[in-house]
Each structure stands twice: as structure tokens, then as C-alpha cells.
């Protein structure tokens, strides 16, 4: 080995520094890292940004799932259809008799189907569990929150007996936007 690769394979390693006049004369040190290095910043970056959206999107659901257990393991069906129980444990980092718990209780409510895993082999053939489209599950809160509503507007009348009965004066409708015939950029003049 030379001098000059061992010159090489420390400027590798670290940055590159380069000194550049900016309009005043004045010599400013940039830093230039290599590629590698920029790329891993960047990925730790994005995985930062993914990480903090993940848990936005876990505290949301599990608002509407009830809890952040059931709320993973949405998630996981939806990154993963067709999983385990065992499967969704190694994914979520939950324990597996929670995570059958928790499916047994979403699949009482619809919220995921199971079906038997098809397997050649002899043995016990596992369920694998899928979750319900978010149209659907937002559809079912839609349906939870309007009951809770009308419940609340009709108390004078659930707590007076002589009155006739409750009317259902609050209904909340969700479209798909994909469903509307009317696309808002039509209505707004532009194509």
C-alpha cells in the first residue's frame, strides 16, 4: 500500500472541504459529503417523517378502533393482508396472545375477516386475518357518531315520558370522491 492510497482512503471517510469566496472576499469552508453519506441522512430523515406520520395515523385510529393495539393491528392488515396472528405480533411488536385477543374482538365487529390458510402439509392450518376497506370503517364510525348525536339532541324527550317518541334529526352522509360525478376542478373553472 502507498502513500498516496492511504491519502485516499481517509479522504473517503471523512467530508471534503473546499474553501469558496463568497461576494465580500471572504473565504467560507464548505463541507461536501460523499454520496453514501448524504443518502443515509436522507433515508434517516424520511424514516423520521414516516415514523411521525405512522403515529398520527395510529393515534386517529385508534380514536376509531378504540384502542392503539387494534389501531396496529389495522395497520399491519392493511400493509399485510392474509396474516397471521403470529404474523401480525412479529410486525406490531405486540404480544401474540394480545394480538389474538384484539382480532378476535375486530373480527366480533366485522372489522377484519379470517379464513383458513390453505396449507399442502399436514398440521393445524392458521387463520389469516384481513382488514375492512377504511371507506367501510369510516362508514361505521359515521353510523356510531350520528346514533350519539341523535341520542344527545333527544335526552329532553328520552327523560320526559309524556312526549311522543325521539326523532332522528341529525344524519351525517360521506361520498367517496371518486363516486361524485361533479369534480371540484370542473367547478372551479379549471381542467
Known sequence: ?????????ASEDSPEEIDVENE???AVEVTVEDDESVRE???EEADRAVEGFD?????????????????????????????????????TGLYPS????ALAELHDEEKVTRQKRESDGA??????YSAMAPSDLVSDVVDEVQDQLNTVFNLDSYLDADESEADEPVTISVE???DSDDDPADEAGEE
Open 55 to 91: 403515529d398520527r395515523f395510529v393515534d386517529l385510529l385508534a380514536w376509531v378502533l378504540e384502542t392503539e393495539t387494534r389501531a396496529r393491528i389495522y395497520v399491519s392488515l392493511r400493509q399485510q393482508p392474509h396474516s397471521t396472528s403470529e404474523e401480525i405480533a412479529e410486525a
Open 98 to 101: 394480545t394480538v389474538r385477543e
Open 176 to 178: 367517496d370522491a371518486s
Open 1 to 9: 500500500m502507498s502513500a498516496d492510497d492511504t491519502t485516499d482512503d
Open 123 to 128: 398440521g393445524n392450518n392458521p387463520y389469516e
Open 41 to 43: 441522512r436522507l433515508e
Open 24 to 26: 465580500s472576499d471572504d
